[in-house]
């Protein structure tokens, strides 16, 4: 039923003893498969040799950043990265190796209104479709959701980026909307698709996820028994 003020105007449900969240700390999240660490200077070599093994430049089609055509280059890209409070970037390290495979940030971090934003997603071929890139969706996500007690985890992509649409829907994101014309990048423009998870659909994904990931649920080949789709239906 939706709720009026004393002018008969419809206004949204009430937030009692609503506070701030705090913001989010830039600290690592560890995992089984992976850890999700502070991006560092250090990482840059390990980083541009694992993003190097995609030859034909298609991972940062749909990125604000790339390619980076040397170590160089990208290591300077990391050093002023690493500086950024927003967005506030993180390596993922596989665990089995602790070798860096992949970056994400936090962005548009609202600790006001508990609301932030998971961007600057570069899975390397090492991290693609493994365990390893769900794990460190869930860390993140388990971080404003669980510690900090956000909100609203939002995913915004180029509309016409149809693996991260996929990636989205697979992890538990609602599609939103589409803003058209919102942004111009690498002189092209980009309408945005927007998902979000919100606190009240969290338990659920995090039920789902953490049952995909559990160990039991892969075969002795690392082969998945039963999908993500499987567990978030249930």
């Known amino acids: 039923m939706t709720r009026v003020n004393e002018l008969g105007q419809a206004i949204g449900a009430p937030v009692p003893d609503w506070t701030a969240c705090a913001p989010i700390p830039h600290t690592p999240m560890r995992g089984r498969t ?28 749909y990125m604000p950043t790339g390619p980076f055509t040397s170590e160089a280059d990208y290591t300077a890209w990391v050093t002023n990265a690493c500086t ?3 967005p506030l970037f993180f390596t993922i390290i596989d665990t089995a190796t602790d070798k860096p495979v992949g970056v994400a940030s936090y962005l548009r971090i609202q600790p006001e209104h ?30 404003v959701f669980d510690e900090l007690g956000y909100r609203r985890y939002e995913w915004k992509c180029d509309a016409l980026n149809a693996p991260s ?17 919102a942004l111009i990048y690498k002189g092209r423009n980009r309408d945005t698709a927007w998902f979000s998870i919100l606190d009240q659909d969290w338990q659920r994904i995090k039920a789902a996820l953490e049952s995909w990931l559990a160990p039991t649920n892969f075969h002795e080949t690392g082969r998945q028994k039963q999908t993500l789709q499987s567990f978030m239906a249930k």
């Open 34 to 61: 992976c850890d999700v660490v502070p991006l560092a200077r250090s990482h840059a070599a390990d980083l541009h040799a694992a993003f190097s093994a995609e030859t034909t430049g298609a991972l940062w089609t």
């Open 84 to 86: 950024s409070t927003d």
């Open 165 to 181: 649409r996929r990636a989205a829907e697979r992890l538990g994101f609602t599609y939103d909307g589409l803003f058209r014309q």
């Open 114 to 143: 508990g609301v932030a934003e998971v961007g600057y997603i570069t899975f390397s071929p090492a991290l693609q479709r493994t365990p390893m890139a769900t794990e460190a969706m869930y860390l993140m996500m388990k971080r």
